[in-house]
């Protein structure tokens, strides 16, 4: 019997292409590891409130692209979830920016962020304006030796498809280390494209979005890693 697996994905669904792309991705990645999924989007106004009560029945946890949320309060809720609860978890575009901002408000408890007139959406201490578009691009992605992404890709460099034009201020990057996080892929300029969380079971964030480049004929790599690491908690819950 297949195993089933659950994938809450936290964002406002509105059938853009990178949402498309993002429940396309789960159902061929989940079919080529023999797993039966169910996907569930989470809209971000939904977790502003009671959010462990939302959240505690998935087995993985996706972070989609779509910002500005309706909430980003909610989707900065259910990314501290994910990460307090070591609940497998990826965040792309949007969700590499709102791990960010999570890690400002919850980790380095900084007041800018909570504000009430902070504004995630401009550019600011943690989140800003890239120096190019990335929107419709495709980048090399310079994966660092000794992380779990190099281990999930296999080699050391992969392109990957973007839609976006903010990422990490790059003065931030040194606070984000020093409080556990890894840079585990920069562009070829050194720019931070991909963020891990080692000491958790499976907590990765990227500019780019995998889903775009996934396919039933080739899955995206990291997806599978994903999934398995969502069939594995799932399993640890029974």
Not at 7 to 16: A, E, K, L
Request: aromatic fraction near 10%.
């Amino acid at each position: 019997m297949k195993s089933m697996i659950k994938i809450g994905v936290i964002g406002d669904y509105d059938g853009r292409p990178s949402h498309i792309a993002t429940n396309e991705a789960i159902k061929h990645c989940a079919t080529y590891l023999g797993l039966q999924q169910e996907t569930q989007w989470i809209p971000t106004d939904s977790i502003e409130n009671d959010c462990e009560q939302s959240l505690e029945s998935f087995d993985g946890l996706w972070c989609a692209p779509g910002s500005p949320y309706k909430s980003a309060e909610g989707a900065m809720n259910g990314i501290q979830f994910a990460r307090e609860h070591n609940y497998p978890f990826i965040g792309t575009c949007g969700g590499f920016q709102h791990v960010v901002l999570e890690f400002a408000r919850d980790i380095l408890d900084l007041p800018e962020i909570k504000k009430v007139n902070f504004d995630p959406y401009t550019p600011n201490l943690f989140i800003t304006a890239l120096s190019c578009s990335l929107i419709e691009k495709s980048r090399d992605i310079l994966l660092t030796k000794g992380t779990s992404v190099a281990q999930v890709y296999g080699v050391k460099k992969s392109e990957e498809r973007y839609h976006c034009n903010f990422g990490l201020n790059d003065q931030f990057k040194d606070q984000l280390i020093s409080h556990g996080f890894i840079v585990s892929g920069t562009d070829e300029m050194g720019d931070t494209r991909i963020l891990e969380l080692p000491q958790k079971k499976f907590f990765i964030a990227t500019l780019f979005q995998p889903q775009l480049s996934s396919t039933g004929e080739n899955p995206h790599k990291l997806i599978l890693a994903y999934l398995k690491s969502a069939e594995e908690f799932s399993k640890g819950k029974i």
